[in-house]
């Protein structure tokens, strides 16, 4: 709608209408302001769209796990340009990590979990397989998220190719 001063403003408009015959003869209605509701869900539209474009260019894959169960809440496109596997492959696992990490060094989710419980984060060098076998080095570091009480309820972490930098020091 417009205001008398001129601006638009959403709003919502539930009616009816009372016939006689062919002849409307009284409308029924209520007007709702969602002027402040449909400004947020527009600016929050934007503002996804502007994320998902940053986290579709990045090559670090970003993610993050809900605690205590490690299950995968979130995890950028780049992660099939690093390890071969889709999105959707690694969400439907609550042990994904576990299925990338190189056979040799297995011993990094327990030094994962052994940091994290006693300071909150993590910052390890280490193998990953690919999809097509290939191994790749990484670095992969995260810190826990807590609540209002300090309770933790994510991992936040990234993950970036240390590959070519692996390879030039050997």
Not at 20 to 30: D, F, N, S
Not at 73 to 82: A, H
Request: aromatic share 8%.
């Amino acid at each position: 709608i417009i205001t008398p001063k001129g601006n638009r403003r959403w709003a919502r408009v539930i009616g009816t209408t009372e016939m006689k015959g062919k002849m409307c003869t009284r409308i029924l209605g209520t007007i709702q302001d969602i002027d402040h509701e449909k400004r947020k869900s527009t600016e929050l539209q934007n503002t996804k769209m502007q994320l998902e474009s940053i986290f579709n260019e990045i090559s670090d894959v970003v993610y993050a796990m809900k605690l205590p169960d490690y299950m995968l809440l979130f995890i950028t496109p780049s992660v099939e340009k690093i390890s071969g596997f889709k999105v959707e492959e690694l969400m439907q696992e609550n042990l994904w990590w576990e299925r990338v990490i190189h056979p040799e060094d297995m011993w990094v989710p327990e030094k994962v979990l052994y940091d994290i419980e006693s300071v909150g984060t993590y910052n390890l060098t280490h193998r990953i397989l690919t999809k097509d076998n290939q191994v790749k080095w990484v670095s992969n570091r995260g810190k826990v998220i807590y609540d209002e009480n300090q309770k933790p309820v994510r991992l936040d972490a990234i993950i970036t190719d240390k590959t070519l930098q692996q390879l030039a020091e050997q």
